[in-house]
């Protein structure tokens, strides 16, 4: 049991951002952004480091917390009570006093897992209960200028090797575009994402989108509209899949008696670690939802933690995690997942995340750092 092992007196904590420069510039409510800001997290206790990632971006975007506040709630709240911690099963008890902010929670409990399983010799995907093996990979693809730029990044995207594609929609942006990638590619596993964009006003465009053949239509409309979705869910044939709306297993229980969703995207960092995401995906298995492991434009290192998630039992479906050399020019851990010959990304074998932090990468991309003692 993970829970029981000993992570051994943490001596030192680094919180550290880096800029990772982007393939292609990213939209953002803010404007385009050109680099992949990440929040990193180190924990060194008895000659050990362990490495973890934060999944906030630099906007409340996506959900409500940020790289800052991420800084704020760990330096001031997380890190001075890890000193207090013997095992990986006690840090969500001393966490506890800490409301919300779970992607600051999942990655200071993701740097003590890798510790922890670095110091016992053991994967993370054992450390989790998972089986060797890997899934094959999906890519997410957002907002695009036109629908032949769409299409070609769709072909490019199943000439790398990928087979499930995931469109992102947004009113305006959604029944053409998907049309078109469908017509194209008839028998390409699709599903679509709305980011909660929708609302009661455009049924229309959803009705249409479910005659597409959809593999999924995923939080199509806001995170806390979950009696919306509910009748939403009642209207259409393609499953409805929940993101946003799900951040702790009280939510999955509304959702689920609601009736509003059929699918799970879970994430860690929107849950609170990856403790938490496998006690969230045992009991969606158990409400009769599937369940698969999704993607932040994480670095490597955030997106082997994804990997290591996706060999658990309860994962049903194949996510959307793709290769980070996809959308980062340059990755700070190695191996970076890349693709096999089976369109798969494998999953290290090595203790912990089993991927090494690349140090002169990492310095060289450095924005700021701070070291604290718990
Ligand atoms: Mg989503």
Redesign the pocket.
Known sequence: MVEELEIGRVERVELRVVGLPLVAPFATAAGARTTRDVLLVRVDAGGVAGWGECAAFAEPSYTAETIATARHVLAGFLVPVLGGVRTAGELAAAFSAVRGHPMARAALESAVLDLVGRRHGQPLWRLLGGSPGTRPAGVAIGLQPSVGVLVDAVGRALAEGYRQVKLKVHPGWDVEPVRAVRSHFPDLGLWV?G?GSYGPGNLDALLALDELGLRMI??PLPADDLVGLARLGARLGTPLGL??SVESVGDLEAAAALGAARVL?LKPGRVGGMLAARQLARRARELGLEVFV?GMLESGLGRTGCLHLQTLGEVTLDGDLSAPGRYLQEDLVKPSPGLDARGCLPVPSGPGTGVEVLQEVVDRLTLAVEVLVP
């Open positions: 994402d980011n995923e939080q993101d946003e995207n999704g």
